[in-house]
């Protein structure tokens, strides 16, 4: 064999058996291989630096055997570069000596695709990042250093908690963020004036007489002017906060009056549960305590309460229209019985000032108190909906039990008495 460059010769022992093998018959047992030439000495070839083979690679023991004889492309396999010709490769074709250098398998190719995915995905991510950062907004964009009339909306039901979708993102009408942004417009010296969009059905007494007080604080400590703009509908707690504006102008297909008070249906589903053999007991510490459950009658006592709350928020709002449309009190509730009304109707009962388009009220509310040199600024909730929020946002899942219809009749009878018999008293048309 020829001696590879760098490498070295074995050592004159190597192949020589002490025990059982191939290699300690015949030729192989005077220090030679079979079909091989004697190898020069070990010292000589290795010299001082490599004696004994050990600072390296480390030599086999005197008379390990090395089965099969020299091996294609390598002479003696335990000195190779490291991968190449390691002691485990497949079919035993190399010796493990106990001194050698471990080098196991060589390395499988690399999955080229999938590094290529990965960096794909990095840059959708990347790119993702940029878009929401350039597309998101604040309320801050609201601070201007210029006169502004506010356009605020008032759309869907009134009511104190936001209406969300399944991916969470609130849209229709947000109550305290509303009144927020009132109080931020009193203490702005740049805002002008405000005019409402009103486009609701109504809703809950509470929530419509908490926006009409707060549009009135606004007028009586800043002095401004507001007008308020009906879009398709303003009924009952629509139209309730739409008379504390100074000017109201309608649509021409605006449904707006509906004045009046509701506190829904109220059920009883007793006899309906009787049928199914259920009865039940209600403990309380009073007769009225338990007053609208749906699994006993209203006493002639009971409505009487109930009658008595809505005929009180009644009275509110009739004494609102009368006041704030200068109208007697008899007459204000006279056209106040929960009808509803065309914009037509509304005007000749004095309910409305004007009919007209959305423009047509800005121009007046320009020209009446001489805001010609201001903007109007839009002010609407903003929720951080980049695409990257919602990407990475929290999904809300949607309750799916309901509509499909588990439970039977009796699930589904007490589902409807809950949702009617729990209702608070409403500003609000179609009850």
Not at 23 to 30: H, M, P
Not at 351 to 379: K, N, P, Q
Request: net charge negative; aromatic share 12%; hydrophobic share 30%.
């Amino acid at each position: 064999g020829q001696q590879k460059p760098g490498i070295g010769a074995i050592p004159p022992n190597y192949g020589q058996q002490t025990g059982n093998g191939p290699a300690g018959k015949g030729a192989a047992a005077q220090g030679q291989r079979p079909g091989a030439q004697q190898q020069p000495a070990w010292q000589a070839q290795y010299g001082a630096r490599h004696a004994s083979g050990q600072q390296q690679y480390g030599a086999p023991p005197p008379g390990t055997p090395y089965p099969g004889g020299p091996q294609p492309g390598a002479q003696y396999g335990y000195a190779q570069p490291a991968g190449q010709y390691g002691y485990a490769q497949p079919g035993g074709q190399y010796a493990r000596y106990p001194h050698a250098q471990p080098y196991g398998p060589p390395p499988k190719k690399p999955r080229r695709w999938l590094k290529g995915l990965l960096i794909c995905v990095a840059a959708l991510l990347c790119i993702f990042i940029i878009i929401g950062i350039a597309t998101s907004s604040s309320d801050s964009d609201y601070i201007i250093n210029s006169p502004f009339i506010a356009k605020l909306s008032v759309e869907g039901e009134i009511t104190g908690s936001p209406t969300s979708d399944i991916f969470g993102a609130v849209y229709g009408y947000y109550h305290q963020w509303t009144l927020d942004q009132i109080d931020n417009l009193i203490d702005n010296d740049d805002n002008t004036g405000m005019i409402i969009f009103v486009d609701t059905p109504g809703g809950g007494v509470y929530e419509s007489d908490e926006l009409y007080l707060k549009i009135k604080e606004y007028k009586k400590l800043t002095g401004r002017p507001v007008y308020v703009y009906m879009g398709s509908m303003a009924a009952s707690g629509g139209y309730y906060i739409s008379a504390a504006a100074d000017k109201i102008y309608a649509n021409r297909n605006t449904w707006t009056g509906s004045i009046g008070v509701t506190m829904g249906t109220m059920i009883d589903i007793s006899d309906f549960l009787a049928e199914y053999g259920i009865k039940s007991t209600t403990i309380d510490s009073g007769a009225n305590k338990s007053i609208g459950s749906y699994f006993e009658e209203l006493t002639p006592e009971q409505e009487a309460i109930l009658q008595g709350l809505v005929d009180e928020a009644y009275e509110q709002f009739a004494d609102i229209v009368a006041d704030e449309r200068g109208m007697d009190l008899e007459y204000a509730k006279s056209i106040s019985d929960g009808r509803i009304y065309t914009a037509k109707q509304a005007q000749s009962l004095g309910l409305i000032d004007e009919i007209g388009t959305y423009d047509d009220a800005l121009s007046d509310m320009m020209d009446t108190y001489s805001l010609g040199g201001s903007d109007v600024r839009e002010m609407y909730f903003y929720e951080n909906r980049s695409l990257f929020n919602v990407l990475l946002g929290k999904v809300g899942i949607p309750e799916f039990s309901g509509i499909l219809g588990s439970g039977g009749d009796i699930r589904a009878v007490i589902d409807l008495a809950e949702r009617n018999n729990s209702a608070p008293i409403k500003y609000k048309y179609g009850g």
